[in-house]
């Protein structure tokens, strides 16, 4: 049970600490990832993140984003982000099928996948501001780029059995790494969703070279009209019951509330509006056949129970009108020196054919931790993650850990994953017993 609080919002971290935390922040060779340097990152970023998120939340100082955005570190965030992406792309199944790697436990390399899943969670958080948007600088092509392979991810997803309800992992450990990675990867994808539409909220102030990858390079609006199509964030389960997803977890969604959005719906819409109806979108997007047969589409879904949702649309379903009867003027073909995204093409450029050695180096060093280390890593990871603080964090009653039902009882050793009964903590015990008991072992060091 948490204890009273005696001010108005928990705090993780001071203005002070945050300001150290957010300054010593680095950029990490792919060789360092999982190692002792690179994890005390992991936890001041976690720490960065979940103070950020308190903030927005309880509206108070965001100490946070000043601090990154003053130190000038959302570069190196978006840098972190892409690595992390690329060794989850390229090292990680290397590692899989290492037939010599037979980790004593995967919580490392857990620590590195749920990596990117953190510093999203951050970015999701600050980048709602503008001015954090604007420090990013070039950086931004590349989190545009990274955002649409994660709605690219999502759309096809949506085409195949990505939205039906899946059972609980079986098999070996990295099995079951690997079955978490995909369900995390689904989890960051939606969020990448709210970042595109922070990012094309700010794309007036944006470099040009933004706009036009988004527009040109990767046709976002027709990606966006796929993904209002499909709607992988809704599902059915085996009951025939609506569910959709949202803050991390599936939910079954009662009769009344079938036609209410959730928040990705609304990012979904409001990219498309910015990208749409921006004058300067206008001028540049090419309207041909393909493109406007797509976007018309959207008239399908644009009804009153929506517009009375989001009633901006309304200029949307004017616009749209429009175009089914006019053509617009070919886009403005201006020659510029455009900028092109560096980071991820300099990662692959500085590590091709050394995937194999960075996976067998990682496997000698930073996999293969001693039973002290592997405790004072999850030791200091309790500490991180203060209950009292993470409830705080949550806007409504914790979820069961199997079914994503409302939960009211948490696990008696580890006190961390919660269950709506005790049927369904039998049912996950397999899934949750090592994490269940390094996190205990931590607590009681």
């Given at each position: 049970?948490?204890?009273?609080?005696?001010?108005?919002?928990?705090?993780?971290?001071?203005?002070?600490?945050?300001?150290?935390?957010?300054?010593?922040?680095?950029e990490?060779?792919?060789?360092?990832?999982?190692?002792?340097?690179?994890?005390?990152?992991?936890?001041?970023?976690?720490?960065?993140?979940?103070?950020?998120?308190?903030?927005?939340?309880?509206?108070?100082?965001?100490?946070?984003?000043?601090?990154?955005?003053?130190?000038?570190?959302?570069?190196?965030?978006?840098?972190?982000?892409?690595?992390?992406?690329?060794?989850?792309?390229?090292?990680?199944?290397?590692?899989?099928?290492?037939?010599?790697?037979?980790?004593?436990?995967?919580?490392?390399?857990?620590?590195?996948?749920?990596?990117?899943?953190?510093?999203?969670?951050?970015?999701e958080?600050?980048?709602?501001?503008?001015d954090?948007?604007?420090?990013?600088?070039?950086?931004?092509?590349?989190?545009?780029?990274?955002?649409?392979?994660?709605?690219?991810?999502?759309?096809?997803?949506?085409?195949?059995?990505?939205?039906?309800?899946?059972?609980?992992?079986?098999?070996?450990?990295?099995?079951?790494?690997?079955?978490q990675?995909?369900?995390?990867?689904?989890?960051?994808?939606?969020?990448?969703?709210?970042?595109?539409?922070?990012?094309?909220?700010?794309?007036?102030?944006?470099?040009?070279?933004?706009?036009?990858?988004?527009?040109?390079?990767?046709?976002?609006?027709?990606?966006?009209?796929?993904?209002?199509?499909?709607?992988?964030?809704?599902?059915?389960?085996?009951?025939?019951?609506?569910?959709?997803?949202?803050?991390?977890?599936?939910?079954?969604?009662?009769?009344?509330?079938?036609?209410?959005?959730?928040?990705?719906?609304?990012?979904?819409?409001?990219?498309?509006?910015?990208?749409?109806?921006?004058?300067?979108?206008q001028?540049?997007?090419?309207?041909?056949?393909?493109?406007?047969?797509?976007?018309l589409?959207?008239?399908?879904?644009?009804?009153?129970?929506?517009?009375?949702?989001?009633?901006?649309?309304?200029?949307?379903?004017?616009?749209l009108?429009?175009?089914?009867?006019?053509?617009?003027?070919?886009?403005?073909?201006?020659?510029?020196?455009?900028?092109?995204?560096?980071?991820?093409?300099?990662?692959?450029?500085?590590?091709?054919?050394?995937?194999?050695?960075?996976?067998?180096?990682?496997?000698?060093?930073?996999?293969?931790?001693?039973?002290?280390?592997?405790?004072?890593?999850?030791?200091?990871l309790?500490?991180?993650?203060?209950?009292?603080?993470?409830?705080?964090?949550?806007?409504?009653?914790?979820?069961?850990?199997?079914?994503?039902?409302?939960?009211?009882?948490?696990?008696?050793?580890?006190?961390?994953?919660?269950?709506?009964?005790?049927?369904?903590?039998?049912?996950?015990?397999?899934?949750?017993?090592?994490?269940?008991?390094?996190?205990?072992g931590?607590?009681?060091?």
């Open positions: 049970m948490a204890a009273e609080l005696t001010s108005p919002y928990t705090a993780v971290l001071l203005p002070m600490e945050a300001a150290g935390y957010a300054g010593s922040l680095q990490f060779p792919l060789t360092d990832i999982g190692g002792p340097r690179w994890f005390r990152q992991h936890e001041y970023i976690e720490k960065l993140n979940m103070q950020a998120i308190i903030s927005a939340t309880a509206e108070g100082d965001e100490f946070v984003k000043e601090h990154i955005y003053s130190l000038g570190k959302a570069p190196t965030l978006i840098h972190e982000l892409i690595a992390v992406e690329v060794w989850k792309q390229k090292v990680f199944p290397i590692l899989c099928q290492l037939q010599d790697f037979n980790p004593k436990s995967t919580f490392p390399i857990y620590m590195v996948i749920y990596h990117e899943a953190t510093i999203i969670n951050l970015l958080t600050i980048f709602y501001h503008k954090v948007c604007e420090s990013a600088e070039e950086a931004v092509l590349d989190l545009a780029d990274y955002c649409h392979r994660k709605l690219t991810l999502l759309a096809a997803q949506s085409d195949s059995c990505g939205n039906q309800e899946r059972d609980p992992p079986t098999g070996t450990s990295l099995t079951e790494l690997k079955k990675s995909q369900d995390l990867e689904f989890d960051i994808s939606v969020k990448a969703v709210s970042i595109l539409r922070y990012i094309t909220d700010h794309i007036d102030s944006l470099p040009i070279s933004v706009q036009t990858r988004l527009l040109n390079t990767h046709n976002v609006p027709c990606l966006l009209v796929q993904l209002v199509d499909h709607c992988p964030w809704r599902r059915y389960n085996s009951k025939g019951e609506l569910q959709k997803y949202a803050d991390g977890k599936w939910y079954t969604v009662p009769l009344e509330d079938h036609l209410k959005i959730t928040k990705v719906d609304g990012q979904v819409w409001i990219a498309l509006y910015n990208l749409l109806l921006r004058p300067d979108c001028k540049s997007y090419d309207f041909n056949n393909f493109n406007k047969t797509q976007l589409k959207l008239q399908g879904f644009l009804t009153e129970v929506l517009i009375d949702q989001l009633p901006n649309l309304v200029e949307l379903q004017r616009f009108s429009h175009l089914a009867m006019v053509d617009p003027p070919p886009p403005k073909k201006n020659l510029i020196l455009e900028q092109v995204p560096e980071i991820r093409d300099r990662i692959f450029c500085e590590n091709s054919n050394k995937w194999k050695a960075i996976a067998k180096h990682l496997v000698k060093t930073a996999f293969n931790p001693s039973e002290q280390e592997l405790l004072q890593q999850a030791h200091r309790a500490e991180t993650y203060n209950l009292n603080v993470m409830e705080n964090l949550i806007p409504e009653r914790p979820k069961c850990g199997f079914c994503g039902v409302e939960a009211a009882k948490r696990c008696s050793r580890c006190q961390i994953e919660w269950y709506c009964a005790r049927e369904c903590q039998v049912k996950h015990w397999s899934k949750h017993k090592k994490a269940c008991d390094l996190m205990a931590a607590v009681k060091a």
